[in-house]
C-alpha cells in the first residue's frame, strides 16, 4: 500500500503565544478591551490582542477587595500594562451578595457589571475574556451537579452582549496546560490566586481532582464535552424561538386557555421564557411543576393562582397569569 501524501499538520511552534491562533481570524469593532486578572489565562489573551491590535487595545483589573492579596495584583498588572504600553483601567467593587445569592455569583455579576461600565466609559464596545476550554469543562460539570437545564449544559457561550457591551471569550477552545506550558517557557511573571487551590469551593474540587482523572480515562474530554455543550446551546436557541413564537400568539402575557391547548412542555418553555424575559425572575423546578399544575386546574373563572417564585408572585388576573416583585 502506499503511503500517503497527504501532509500532517505541524504542531504549533512552542514560542508562539497559544492565543495568537484563537484571535488570528477575530474580526472586532476597535478599540476593545481585555479583562485582565494578572493570572495566566488573561495575560496570554492580553499579550496576543496587543501584538494582533497595536494601540488598539487597554485592559480593565476589577479590583474585588476580597483578599489581602488584591493589591499586589493590582500593582502586578499596572507593571505588565506599563511594560507593553497598553492603558490600565482599574475597577474597584464591593461585591456583597444579596440574600438568596452566594458570595461566588456576587462578585461575578459586580465584575460583569464594573468591566461593562469601563468598557462603556472608555469608548470600547467589546470586551475579551480569558476563560478557556477547562474553565468550559468545569461549568459543565458544575450544571450537571446542580441538575441544570439546557441553559446551564450550554455552559459558556463564545460570544454574548451584557449592559450594552459585546463579551467575548476567544480561548474557550485552548487547554489550561497549554497555557500554563507557554507562561513557563516564556517565563512570563503571573499572579496566582490563593483560593484557586481550596477545595472548600466546588470548582476548585472539579479542577483538581475530576479534570486529571477525566485527562486519563478520556483524553478528548475537552473537545467532547465542548461539542455537548453547543448541542445543549442548539437546542436551547430552539426552545426560545418556540417560546418566542408561542408567547405572541398569546399577546405578549401567558393566557390560561392558550396555555392549557399547549403540552405541558411546551407551556413550562413558554412560561420559563416570559418570567425570564419580562421579569428577569427564574422559577426552580418545584415551583414551576406547582404553576402548571395549577394552569391545568383552571377550569372555572374562580379558581385562583397565587405562587411564589422567585421574589416575587405569579398571580391570575382573569384569564391572564400576572407577575409581581415583593
Sequence with gaps: MAASTTPRPKPPDPGVNPARVALAELQLPLPLAVAFSGGADSTVLLLAAAERWPGQVRAIHVHHGLQDAADDFELHCRGVCAAINVPLDVRRVAAGNAPGESPEDAARNARYQALARAARDGGVQAVLLGQHADDQVETLLLALSRGAGLPGLAAMAPVFQRDGVLFVRPLLALSAPSIREWIAQQRVPVVEDPTNTDVAFTRNRIRHLLLPALEEAFPQFRETFARSSRHAAQAQ?????????????????????????????????????????????????????????????????????????????????GERLAYSAN
Design 237 to 317: 436557541e430552539l426552545l426560545e424561538t418556540v417560546a418566542v413564537e408561542d408567547l405572541a400568539r398569546m399577546g405578549g402575557v401567558p393566557a390560561i386557555t392558550a396555555l392549557q391547548q399547549l403540552a405541558r412542555s411546551r407551556q413550562g418553555n413558554v412560561l420559563r421564557h416570559w418570567l425570564k424575559v419580562a421579569h428577569n425572575a427564574a422559577a426552580s423546578a418545584a415551583q414551576l411543576e406547582e404553576l402548571l399544575d395549577q394552569v391545568a386546574d383552571c377550569r372555572t373563572r374562580g379558581h385562583q393562582i397565587r405562587i411564589k417564585v422567585g421574589a416575587g408572585l405569579v398571580e391570575r388576573q
